[in-house]
């Protein structure tokens, strides 16, 4: 008999009625996640892991202020947001690695722009995969905050508007807004990179 999957909604009410092994199941389930959120955001290893790592310990400590059960990884991600902001806060001269080795399943300048933003890639401007991430990553680290953090979410996490507005506490409009004013200078900056061979 195969195992059972249980949600996080069940794995939640666990942890809320003393059984803390359930904690670790949402752990071991976000874990990855997270971490390259952090990773995107900061362009650090290091601050990546702390950033989960603090993530995880507060959503143990705070779990009974979670209201909706069923929003455990909305929630999760706007913990681990407020610990992006604390470390920028903490550290702003902080200097960023580059993420050419860490971003793994970086999309296509396809999928990255065709489907959020009406744009046209000039024909035969083609790049290669490790080329992409290393510009996906350079552009990402120009971005201001709140762009950086839409772009991470709608693109790599795959969220929707309305998730992605919960975690960052503003309107879906203004979630949108970023979206586009992030994509746009994503493109710009793709857009003006030197033509790979074909």
């Known amino acids: 008999m195969g195992l059972v999957w ?3 909604k069940n794995l ?4 809320l009625a003393g059984e803390t092994d359930a904690f670790n199941l949402l752990v071991k389930r976000w874990e990855k996640k997270l971490f390259n959120f952090g990773l995107r955001l900061t362009g650090n290893r290091d601050e ?3 950033i989960a790592q603090e993530s995880f310990t507060r959503a143990f400590e705070q779990i009974r202020q979670l209201k909706d059960a069923d929003k455990f990884p909305q929630w ?4 681990a947001r407020n610990c992006w902001i604390s470390h920028l806060r903490s550290d702003q001269s902080a200097l960023t690695e580059s993420l050419t080795n860490d971003i793994e399943g970086a999309p296509s300048i396809e999928d990255l ?3 959020h ?3 046209s890639i000039e024909r035969g401007h083609r790049f290669e995969q490790n080329e992409l991430r290393v510009i996906l990553a350079r552009a990402l680290d120009t971005l201001p905050g709140e762009q950086r953090e839409t772009v991470v979410l709608k693109i790599y996490e795959g969220m929707k508007f309305s998730e992605i507005a919960e975690i960052v506490e503003c309107p879906v409009s203004t979630v ?3 979206l586009y004013l992030g994509l746009r200078e994503l493109r710009k900056l793709l857009t003006d990179q030197p033509r790979g061979t074909t």
């Open 6 to 8: 249980v949600s996080d």
């Open 12 to 15: 939640v009410q666990k942890v």
């Open 48 to 50: 990546a892991l702390d």
């Open 76 to 79: 999760l991600f706007r913990i």
């Open 113 to 115: 722009l065709s489907d």
């Open 117 to 119: 933003v009406a744009v």
């Open 176 to 178: 949108k807004s970023r």
